[in-house]
C-alpha cells in the first residue's frame, strides 16, 4: 500500500510539473501574442494605403454608392484620369525610396524605437491627405503615407521573427498579413458609407492608439547584441519569454553566437553579397514578390470597385469589395494556423495554382463574354482572394524574416520589398491602359501564367523553413561542402573539447587574434568567451 501511495504522490509531483511547464508554456505565448500583435498593427497602413483608391470615383462623382450626396462642391477635388491612374500606383516608387533609407536607420536608431517615431508623423499625413484643398497637397499626403509604410513594411518581418520564438515564428509573423487585411476591410467599407475625406480622416485613428502603446513592446534583442547590450538584450528576453523561463540563457547564448560577432555596415553588407549564401536566399524571395505582383494581387485590391464595375456584376461594387475584404482576412486568419502545422513550402505552392487557376476561370468566362455568367468572375475572384490569404499573402512576408541571412538581412530586407514595390507600381499604372487594349479577361490570363510560373519557382527553388531556428537557417543555402565558414555557421553551440581561448569583456571593443578563425561564442559570467577551430583561416 505504501508503494501504491508514493506512486500515486509521484504522479501528482509529475502532473504538477507539466502543468507548471505548460501554465508557463501558454504564458510565455500570451506575451509574444500581445507583443507582436501591436508591432504587426503597424501594417493596418498598408491596407489602407491598397483600398483608398476605392475613394477615387467619388472624389470626381461626389456621391455614394445609394446615390446620395455626400461631398459638397466646396470639398470635391478636380482631379483627372491621369491623377487616378498615379493616385493608385504612385505607391510603388515612393516605396522603394523608403527602403533604403529604411535600412541604415534601422541600424542606428533600433526597430522598435524607429517604427515607434514613425506613428506619429503618419497619423498627420493621413489628415493632410483627408483635408487639403489643392491636388497638389493630396499628392504630397498619399506619397508620405506610403514612404512612411513603407518604412514599416520593411522593418516589420524581420522585428517580428526576432521577438518571437521558433515554435510560434509561422504564426506570429502571418500577424502582419492579418492586420494589412483588417486595414483594407476597413478602407472598403469606410469608403462605402464614408465621403472620401472622412474616410481617409478616420484612416488615421489606428496610428494614434498604436503612438500610445508601441513604446511597451520590448527592443529586438538580436539588435541589442549587435550594440553589445547584452545586458539589455537579457531583459528585453525575458519580456517575451517571462521572467523565470529557463530558455532564455539558452537563446541569448544563441543570439550571441551568431549576431555579436558581425555587425556589419551597409557597405560590408553589399560586399558579402558576393557569397552564394548570402545572395541566393535575396535573389530567391525577390523573385518570389515580383511574380507575385505581376500575378496581380496588387491590381485586383486596388482596382477592387473598379473591376467589379467592369465585368458587369449585379451586386454593388462597394459591396463586393467588401466581400473581397472579408474572405482575405478569414483565410489569412487560417494561415496562422496552417504555417506551423504544415510549413511555408507546401502552402505557397499550392496557394499560386489554386490563384492561377482562378485567374483562369475568370479571364475564360470574360473572353467568351457568356449572358447570364456575370457570377463566375466574382466567384473566381473571391477564389482568388482565399488562396491568396492563405498562402500568397503571408508566406513571402515570413521568408523575409526567416531566409535572409543576418550578416545581410538589412539590405536584403530592402532590396526584396524594392523589387517587389517596383512591380507593383509598374502593374498599377499600366493595368488600366492594358484592359483597354487587350481587355480585362486576357489579363486574368496573363496573371494566371504568372501564378503558375511562381508554383514552379517555388516547387524547384524553395527549401522548407518551418521548425527550423533562425541559427539553422543561416547555413541553409550553404551548397560548397568545403566553405570553411558555412562549416562554422553549423556548430550551433561551443564544443566541449574546444578551449576557449579569448574571454573579452562585455563593455570593452576588442579585436581578436585572427591567427585563427572563431567559430562560436558564449555568454558567461558577463563575459563573451570565443571558441576556436582549426580550419582553413577565414571568418564569417
Not at 505504501?2 to 501558454?26: F, I, P, W, Y
Not at 531566409?403 to 493595368?431: D, H, I
Request: some cysteine.
Amino acid at each position: 500500500m505504501n508503494v501504491t501511495l508514493s506512486l500515486h504522490c509521484q504522479s501528482a509531483v509529475n502532473m504538477s510539473e507539466d502543468g507548471r511547464k505548460e501554465s508557463k508554456g501558454s504564458h510565455s505565448l500570451l506575451r509574444e501574442v500581445v507583443f507582436a500583435a501591436i508591432v504587426a498593427a503597424a501594417k493596418i497602413n498598408d491596407g489602407l494605403v491598397i483600398g483608398w483608391p476605392s475613394n477615387l470615383s467619388k472624389m470626381k462623382s461626389g456621391n455614394n454608392s445609394s446615390g446620395f450626396p455626400i461631398d459638397s462642391g466646396e470639398s470635391k477635388l478636380s482631379i483627372t484620369d491621369d491623377d487616378i491612374a498615379w493616385l493608385a500606383s504612385m505607391m510603388g516608387l515612393t516605396l522603394i525610396v523608403a527602403c533604403f533609407i529604411t535600412g541604415p536607420l534601422d541600424e542606428i536608431i533600433g526597430p522598435k524605437r524607429l517604427l515607434s517615431l514613425i506613428l506619429i508623423p503618419l497619423a498627420g499625413c493621413w489628415l493632410l491627405q483627408a483635408f487639403t484643398p489643392y491636388v497638389s497637397l493630396l499628392y504630397v499626403g498619399r506619397g508620405l503615407t506610403v514612404f512612411f509604410g513603407a518604412m514599416i513594411t520593411t522593418l516589420l518581418s524581420p522585428l517580428l521573427a526576432e521577438l518571437c520564438d521558433t515554435k510560434h515564428r509561422g504564426m506570429v509573423v502571418s500577424f502582419s498579413e492579418i492586420m494589412l487585411d483588417l486595414g483594407l476591410l476597413g478602407s472598403y467599407i469606410l469608403a462605402k458609407f464614408l465621403s472620401w475625406r472622412l474616410a481617409t480622416a478616420f484612416s488615421a485613428l489606428p496610428f494614434f492608439i498604436l503612438v500610445v502603446i508601441t513604446p511597451f513592446v520590448p527592443e529586438s534583442p538580436f539588435w541589442l547584441v549587435e550594440k553589445n547590450r547584452i545586458k539589455d538584450a537579457e531583459t528585453s528576453l525575458q519580456r517575451l519569454r517571462g521572467p523565470r523561463s529557463s530558455s532564455v540563457a539558452e537563446e541569448l547564448n544563441a543570439i550571441t553566437s551568431t549576431t555579436l560577432q558581425r555587425n556589419p555596415s551597409i557597405f560590408e553588407q553589399i560586399s558579402k553579397l558576393k557569397r552564394a549564401r548570402n545572395a541566393q536566399p535575396i535573389l530567391l524571395v525577390s523573385v518570389i514578390f515580383m511574380l507575385r505582383e505581376i500575378g496581380g494581387k496588387a491590381v485586383i485590391f486596388t482596382y477592387a470597385v473598379y473591376m467589379f464595375t467592369r465585368t458587369g456584376v449585379e451586386l454593388d461594387a462597394f459591396t463586393c469589395s467588401i466581400l473581397v475584404g472579408v474572405v482575405r482576412l478569414v483565410f489569412t486568419l487560417l494561415s496562422a494556423y496552417f504555417l506551423d502545422n504544415i510549413g511555408r513550402r507546401p502552402i505557397l505552392q499550392c496557394s499560386s495554382i489554386v490563384c492561377g487557376v482562378s485567374a483562369s476561370l475568370a479571364g475564360v468566362v470574360l473572353i467568351d463574354d457568356s449572358r447570364g455568367s456575370s457570377w463566375i468572375p466574382l466567384a473566381a475572384v473571391l477564389l482568388f482572394v482565399a488562396s491568396y490569404g492563405l498562402g500568397l499573402g503571408p508566406v513571402p512576408w515570413v521568408l523575409i524574416g526567416e531566409l535572409l541571412p543576418t550578416p545581410v538581412r538589412v539590405l536584403g530586407a530592402s532590396v526584396v520589398t524594392s523589387c517587389g514595390y517596383l512591380m507593383l507600381f509598374v502593374m498599377n499604372y499600366v493595368f488600366p491602359d492594358v484592359i483597354d487594349s487587350v481587355g480585362l479577361g486576357w489579363t486574368l490570363i496573363f496573371f494566371a501564367l504568372a501564378n503558375f510560373v511562381l508554383a514552379a519557382v517555388v516547387w524547384a527553388h524553395l527549401p522548407e523553413t518551418n521548425n527550423k531556428t533562425l541559427q539553422e537557417l543561416e547555413t541553409i543555402f550553404c551548397t560548397a561542402h568545403n566553405d570553411a565558414a558555412c562549416k562554422m555557421c553549423q556548430l550551433e553551440t561551443p564544443q566541449a573539447n574546444l578551449t576557449p581561448i579569448v574571454t573579452i569583456p562585455l563593455n570593452r571593443d576588442q579585436s581578436l587574434n585572427r591567427d585563427q578563425p572563431w567559430t562560436d561564442m558564449q555568454v558567461n559570467n558577463g563575459n563573451v568567451i570565443v571558441f576556436y577551430y582549426n580550419t582553413e583561416k577565414e571568418r564569417y
